[in-house]
Every structure is written in structure tokens, then in C-alpha cells.
């Protein structure tokens, strides 16, 4: 390999380290997702495993919504459940009309989790995302 060639391998692989830190970093601390018409917006939020994160949940619909994120039996006890509201869970959170709140979670898996809103009929309706945990 020609020095010159070694060189820009160098240059090329020390950039693709450094971009790849700067994307994790910016994404590790502080997400916002908007709900507007009965929609969470984004749909799909990218998360590093075992770092705190906090999750800004803006409300701009004149209803409440929920935020639920979990997996298929954390979804399946909260179609069926009565808790009228959520606010002890980092993962389950309440949105009042017109409103903000803040959360704060360390995921320690891997994977794919959904968020719905499990109101009636707001599932049906396509109040659903997923966070990615990476």
C-alpha cells in the first residue's frame, strides 16, 4: 500500500468514527415527540441502550392522550385496563390537553418497543411509534 493510499484510509476511517460518535452523542440525551390530530410525530425515535433519556411528550390536541411504551404484554394489559391516569411510570405518561410533559428513561435492552396511545379507538386510528434501542 502506498503511503498516500495509508494516509487517506487513516483520514477516511478516523471521519467515520467521528461521525458516527457525533450522531450517537446528539441523539443520547433529549427527544421531543409532538402529538397533533391524534398522531405522534415522529413515528420513530432512535435510542442508545443504558443512557438516560429524556423524552419531551408535546400535546397540541384539545384532548388528553397516553404514552405507553412497552412490550406486547404491557399493550395487551393496557387495552384492557382501568387506570385513568399515568404518572408513576416513566414509560407511561399521561398527556393533558394542550400540554407538555417530560419523561426520563434508560432502556437496558436492545431492540424495538412500541408507544400507543391505547384511549379508544386511538390505536385503530394510528396513534402508534416505535423506539428503536440501539
Known amino acids: 500500500m502506498t503511503r498516500r493510499l495509508a494516509g487517506l484510509l487513516v483520514v477516511a476511517v478516523a471521519a467515520s468514527l467521528a461521525m458516527a460518535c457525533a450522531k450517537h452523542s446528539s441523539a443520547d440525551s433529549t427527544t421531543t415527540i409532538t402529538i397533533h390530530h391524534s398522531h405522534f410525530s415522529p413515528e420513530l425515535i432512535d435510542v442508545p441502550v443504558g443512557v438516560p433519556v429524556t423524552i419531551t411528550l408535546r400535546n397540541t390536541d384539545p384532548i388528553e392522550h397516553e404514552w405507553i411504551v ?41 431492540g424495538d418497543l412500541l408507544y400507543i396511545c391505547h384511549l379508544p379507538g386511538h390505536e385503530a386510528y394510528g396513534m402508534v411509534g416505535t423506539v428503536h434501542i440501539e
Open 70 to 110: 412497552g412490550d406486547a404484554e404491557v399493550h395487551e394489559r393496557h387495552r384492557t385496563g382501568t387506570e385513568a391516569y399515568h404518572g408513576k411510570i416513566p414509560t407511561e405518561v399521561t398527556v393533558p390537553a394542550l400540554s407538555t410533559r417530560v419523561t426520563t428513561i434508560t432502556f437496558q435492552q436492545t
